[in-house]
């Protein structure tokens, strides 16, 4: 259930009254608003509850509703009214407190209360207890999406791509992110272990990405991210210089070692049957080489030496290993260029 706050409504109703005033003391008033809760333009207070007004769905502070239509106060400098604004929609509303003068002030009447759905009394009886109720509707609207952030991280693994489609340094890295907040980074079969801390920065969600060794990765990654949720499905991690596209892969089809594992046909045999056309598109991620063409070729062997010489071709649909961890010679032929590639990768049968 979420917290009661998110189901209050704030009615407000201002009432206009002109209103010329001198040594005023805390307890008198400006047309009908008590002086002591009259809200400064550059206040913080004023500065929440323009968020409140703020129609971008990004933004809304979702646990507040302002009902239409009411009237509002402005004050300058001197406490004198100088504005009357009947307020309709969201939009509009967010308009008037952008245009409220450097200086100036609004006023709110005091109490505001509801009925909450479970039948308890909501009180507000000043604009302290105002300013309280908004940080604690952010305070758990912010809580909410670290929990649904830290939850998206922890259910499946993230490939990384680029914004800037010229560079591909990273294109294709897989983040796996246990639920301690530690981090695997595999790129180009490398892997790279760290943390990374997930935090508002005021209403901004952050991520702090650190690498245990330092190297090339860490001095690209050792930042301070802002993290955007865009889908279930994709984040985006940007800083002064770098974007990144996260997006959430549960279904396997991502690189991240040139290591592959198959279940044994029989539990405790140590052997397993191989496919080894499956593996074709990760050893040419993982290895970097371009896709193959009719001009290419690609075939498995048991020894470099057979590899070497392209004698005793394995079958790529179908293989059953000698020892339970065993290493296989990839040889990639390159037809138009002439170049050549051997790669060891390593085959596990595993007791599934």
Known sequence: MKPFFYNIIFVLFLSVCFFSCSDLDDNEEVGTVALENVIQKDSELFELITRVAETDTDEDITCIQFIYSFTMLEFDASLMVVGEYIVHSDEQFSSILGNIASGNSIGINFPIQSILNNGEEFLIQNKEELKQSIDD???????EQIGNCELLLQECVWVVSHEDQTVNTYENAVFDVASDGTIQFYNNGELHEGTWIVYFIEDELHTNVTFENQGVT??????DWKTEILSNNLMRFT?????????????GNYCTELIFSECEIVDNSGISEFAFENYIPCILQIEDLAELTSDDSIAFYETQMDADAEVNMLSQTLYQNNTQSQTIYVRVNYGVSGETFIIPITIIATNC
């Open 137 to 143: 509707c952010i305070a758990a609207d912010q809580e």
């Open 218 to 223: 860490a001095d690209d990654w050792n930042f």
């Open 239 to 251: 800083n002064d210089a770098t974007s990144f596209i996260l997006t959430k892969e549960c279904d």
